[in-house]
């Protein structure tokens, strides 16, 4: 059974950086299509970065040149790195997966998730 798992979550003042990582157990990372996303209270999810089965990569504009995602397909493991943060970036992070192809941010096209981890930045 495919399962996510996120940490490295926090608080953290503007300008700063946070690292969140995502264990996946269950399947080879490098089978996968991985994205994170981020959700606020009362707002849709919306998609950070991705990372598809062929290497290709994506960011959303919000995050572009301040966001770095990797997958290390030797430890099964997803990281974000996020610099120059922004109260704006507050949000749940989850981390997401699936075993074909994704070309998209649609929340409904990724079958795996992790549970979240809180992201909280503070002007």
């Known amino acids: 059974q495919r399962q996510l798992k996120e940490s490295g979550g926090g608080s953290v003042q503007a300008g700063g950086s946070l690292k969140l990582s995502c264990t996946v157990s269950g399947d080879t990372a490098s089978e996968l299509c991985v994205a994170w996303f981020r959700q606020c209270p009362g707002k849709a999810r919306e998609g950070v970065a991705r990372?598809?089965?062929?290497?290709?990569?994506t960011y959303a504009d919000a995050v572009t040149g301040r966001f770095t995602i990797s997958k290390d397909n030797a430890k099964n493991t997803l990281e974000l790195q996020m610099s120059s943060l922004k109260p704006e970036d507050t949000a749940m992070y989850f981390c997401?997966?699936?075993?074909?192809?994704?070309?998209?941010?649609?929340?409904?096209?990724?079958?795996?998730w992790g549970q979240g981890t809180q992201v909280t930045v503070s002007s």
């Open positions: 997401a997966a699936n075993s074909g192809l994704v070309y998209t941010f649609r929340p409904e096209f990724y079958t795996y």
């Open positions: 990372i598809r089965r062929d290497g290709v990569i």
